[in-house]
């Protein structure tokens, strides 16, 4: 059983940046693959990024590409992601996700076992 929570939302004006966190309880920390998705009010979650367990690939959706960074941090039990030239319509409630993955990191929600409770992002324009 693996316990996610997330934390580093909060309100941030569109242009700025903020870092988000995911730690997860437990000592297999390093064999799972880890996502992260957002949910805007009245939309379905969506894929945001990935990484797996090692060799730590990473994938994002390509409404992000080039302005987030997901990262992990085993030995802190830890991923990351780093999101940068925030815009209005990244605002979100942003989950934490893992799964006993295989080295290539889903994109699928169906996928994954474990979910944290989530963290707004919100971005004023």
């Known amino acids: 059983q693996v316990q996610l929570v997330e934390s580093g939302g909060g309100l941030v004006q569109g242009g700025g940046s903020l870092r988000l966190s995911c730690t997860a309880s437990g000592r297999l920390f390093s064999i799972y693959d880890m996502g992260w998705f957002r949910q805007a009010p009245g939309k379905e979650r969506e894929f945001v990024s990935c990484?797996?367990?090692?060799?730590?690939?990473?994938y994002s959706a390509d409404s992000v590409k080039g302005r987030f960074t997901i990262s992990r941090d085993n030995a802190k039990n830890t991923v990351y992601l780093q999101m940068n030239s925030l815009k209005s319509e990244d605002t979100a409630v942003y989950y934490c996700?893992?799964?006993?993955?295989?080295?290539?990191?889903?994109?699928?929600?169906?996928?994954?076992?474990?979910w944290g409770q989530g963290t707004q992002v919100t971005v004023s324009s």
């Open positions: 990484i797996s367990r090692s060799p730590y690939s990473t």
């Open positions: 996700a893992a799964y006993g993955g295989s080295g290539l990191c889903s994109t699928s929600r169906s996928e994954y076992n474990y």
